[in-house]
């Protein structure tokens, strides 16, 4: 013998429905909630090293102030000279060697040559840049 489902009921089928949906909606609020948690925890991360990094600069902001009104009263040194390192010197400017010139065979009667031409020469000294 079996159950033969004639008309359903919709207060009970509303109910089950009803049921679902909650469930539902509580899963998504609490999957908002864990990353609306995550995302705060981020935040005061980077809110701690951003007021770290702000700390410091303020501190070399006052080293600075305190340098440049020393120097300009005449009792301290530099403050850019102190900051740089005494052997940061650029090395001197040496130009490259220079390859010789191929010599090539002289060209038979009078016609113009782009290897003897003043632009030829000037194309070889600017070829190393």
């Given at each position: 013998m079996g159950w033969v489902v004639t008309?359903?009921?919709?207060d009970r089928l509303a109910a089950l429905l009803d049921e679902d949906a909650r469930a539902s909606a509580r899963q998504l609020l609490w999957e908002a909630e864990r990353d609306a948690e995550r995302v705060r925890a981020a935040a005061v991360?980077?809110?701690?090293?951003?007021?770290?990094?702000?700390?410091?600069?303020?501190r070399l902001g006052v080293e600075l102030r305190e340098g440049v009104r020393l120097y300009r009263l005449g009792e301290g040194t530099d403050p850019l000279a102190a900051a740089a390192p005494a052997e940061a010197k650029a090395p001197p400017l040496v130009p490259p060697e220079v390859a010789p010139r191929p010599r090539r065979r002289p060209r038979a009667g009078s016609r113009a040559s782009l290897h003897d031409s003043p632009l030829a020469a000037m194309m070889r000294a600017t070829a190393g840049r």
């Open positions: 008309r359903w009921r919709t991360r980077e809110t701690g090293s951003a007021a770290e990094t702000l700390g410091a600069i303020e």
